[in-house]
């Protein structure tokens, strides 16, 4: 898929098949990181997908419902400083409700190591040598950083913010760099979902891939959406997946091929109910397949010519092992 000069804010709506379009301004600043050309961190106009309702199948994870269970916990890559390619956590709570971080940043950090889990444990289903991890910005006692700021929607009390204005007062508090991807935990439940995420629609296997730059967001909406399961979506949106050419896509960012981390009847194009495929084991699994959006080690088909999120040239995990 060939760049664009616009913005796109794709939604998809939960109860209904459908697709609406809007054109927002074009917000894509990178910097240039450290040991790593200018040239590939410029500035590019491309589509950029807001996922819209993740959470019909996430939610079930949470509830005790018995779709996923998160994977066993693992120490994800620390990343210190603020100039590598790194994730940055961030506590974001509504002002009206206060501020509860304390009692927030232990779930925090256990989803965090959750998701790192799932990517470690997808990856050596096709490399068993490898360990492959997220890169996350962690304190100099090697633990987990987690940021944090305010914001409420006048009157609202944490019932109307929404993931445009919580991501945007996010950029006006200073998270806004080129070298993050801000995974937003904010402490107030949104009904019907657990998530949302910006991607970007750039399918080249480049290291300048869109995808492969900062200051785009995950927000994971209220404390029982605070999972592995929930949080690895969002993470795997931000990483380019799943992209909308992809083998078993929707067309709506997510893929219809069960049981599988990123995919759910999303409503769109491939993605009802009536369209998904059930061909992988009721566990978390990042890629049922892995040949949509993450494969570690040799690629064929649509993910050696096309971005994907164990390509080794992603800034955002960490590659070690046998690969």
Known sequence: MRPHALRLALVSALAIAGVALAVLPLISSHDAHAGVPAAAWSTRSVPVVESHGDGPVLAAATSGGSTYTDAPARPVTCVRGSSAPAFQVVYAYPRDAGNRRSSAIRTIRRAMAQANGIIYKSARETAPGSDVRLRVRCNRYQAISVATYAFSKAGA???????????????????????????????????????????????????????????????????????????????????????????????????????????????????????????????????????????????????????????????????RGTL
């Not at 999972?227 to 709506?252: F, I, K, R, Y």
């Open 157 to 319: 009390d944490g019932r109307g913010e929404t993931f445009r204005q919580i991501i945007t007062a996010g950029r006006k508090a200073g998270f806004r760099s080129g070298a993050s991807k801000y995974v937003v935990f904010w402490d107030s439940g949104i009904s019907g979902m657990c998530g949302q995420a910006e991607m970007h629609l750039d399918t080249s296997r480049s290291v300048a891939n869109a995808n492969n730059t900062g200051n785009n967001y995950a927000v994971v909406y209220g404390r029982t959406c605070w999972t592995g399961t929930s949080t690895m979506h969002e993470l795997g949106h931000t990483m380019g997946a799943v992209q909308n050419d992809a083998p078993h896509a929707t067309g709506t960012a997510h893929c219809n091929q069960e049981q599988d981390v990123m995919c759910y009847a999303d409503g769109g194009p491939s993605g009802r109910t009536s369209n998904l495929r059930y061909s992988c084991a009721r566990i978390v699994r990042f890629d049922c397949g892995h040949d949509d959006y993450f494969r570690v080690g040799r690629t064929s088909g649509y993910l050696a010519t096309h971005w994907q999120v164990g390509w080794v040239g992603n800034r955002f995990l960490s590659f």
